[in-house]
């Protein structure tokens, strides 16, 4: 695995040009000499976003608000505040939205400006939430960009498309799955995909998570 | 500001194209390009409407045909010249270096 993931690196490092390549080592290198950044920090910075923070974070949170009704209404009320309870705040994430799924209305999220993304709740963005034909299509096509994901709603459900802010950053509260009323919160967590947060996909059905 | 970084609504882009098992970075110099930007902007250097600024004030033909770091990378470059922490010229002058340095390491 971690051959595999060598490789892949090593591709992409050949994919981009030496420009790129040798203008990032010398920044870095040049601003390690000024004293303006420390290398181990940007190593822990690395570590923190690779590996500690990402969409089990918001899968946990989700959870928490299909069996818990009263937390459900705090984190509807003020998304910042209910999710600064599981310790997840800071960076790109000070002012949480959280919209809900229901029946009548499903929600989807886009930065057609450039990447904003609730870092706390989901990690950084995957490349096609970044992506040209994301951000410029989400807001004129949503149903057509969520059968690209294989999602098909009915004509009757409304699609609302939250375009995000450099301030605001917009969290999706997807429908907790039919069948599932019998898991525990950490089963429940199970099912939350990082899409169904953005609200490019719906959650897992009980009984097919990894 | 109005630019191509303005998507919302752009035709033309094609299909979107979700990578299934996605690495959070595809390359070693992405994640340095990320954790320089996010070093030396949230330590107040600059705030996160400046870096918008900077990456959206990159010449729109490259913004356009650069992916997502490199538009990082170009940002970055500008503020740190733009707040004289670095020349142009030091940068190009560190580049040669470096490159000097791997051509005589495969050597």
């Known amino acids: ?210 | 500001m109005n630019g191509a970084h303005d998507m919302g609504g752009m035709h033309g882009f094609g299909p979107i194209a979700p990578e299934p098992d996605e690495p959070v970075f595809h390359a070693a110099w992405e994640r340095r390009v990320f954790a320089l930007t996010v070093a030396t902007g949230f330590g107040g250097e600059w705030n996160i409407d400046m870096g918008r600024f900077a990456r959206e004030s990159t010449d729109p033909a490259i913004y356009l045909r650069s992916t997502y770091y490199e538009k990082w990378l170009h940002g970055l470059q500008h503020l740190l010249i733009e707040r004289g922490h670095v020349s142009e010229a030091e940068i190009e002058q560190r580049m040669a270096q470096l490159a000097a340095r791997e051509e005589g390491g495969k050597a």
């Open chain 1, 1 to 210: 695995m971690a051959h595999d993931h060598h490789h892949h690196d090593d591709e992409h490092e050949h994919a981009a040009l030496p420009d790129t390549l040798l203008r990032t080592k010398a920044l870095e290198s040049l601003l390690t000499e000024k004293g303006l950044v420390d290398p181990r920090a940007l190593d822990e910075l690395i570590d923190t976003y690779e590996h500690r923070v990402g969409p089990k974070n918001g899968a946990r949170v989700v959870a928490r608000a299909w069996v818990d009704p009263q937390f459900k209404a705090h984190l509807l009320a003020d998304g910042t505040d209910a999710i600064k309870q599981f310790g997840f705040d800071g960076r790109q994430g000070k002012d949480m939205v959280v919209v809900e799924n229901t029946p009548q209305v499903h929600n989807m999220v886009v930065c057609t400006l450039c990447s904003c993304y609730p870092w706390p709740v989901l990690g950084l963005p995957p490349v096609w939430y970044k992506s040209s034909p994301y951000r410029s299509r989400a807001v004129i096509d949503p149903r057509g960009v969520l059968a690209e994901f294989g999602v098909t709603l009915p004509a009757t459900v409304e699609v609302k498309v939250w375009d995000s802010t450099a301030e605001v950053r917009y969290l999706v509260l997807p429908m907790r799955p039919e069948g599932s009323e019998t898991l525990s919160e950490e089963q429940l967590a199970e099912l939350v995909t990082r899409d169904s947060m953005i609200g490019t996909g719906l959650p897992r059905a009980p009984g097919t998570a990894v």
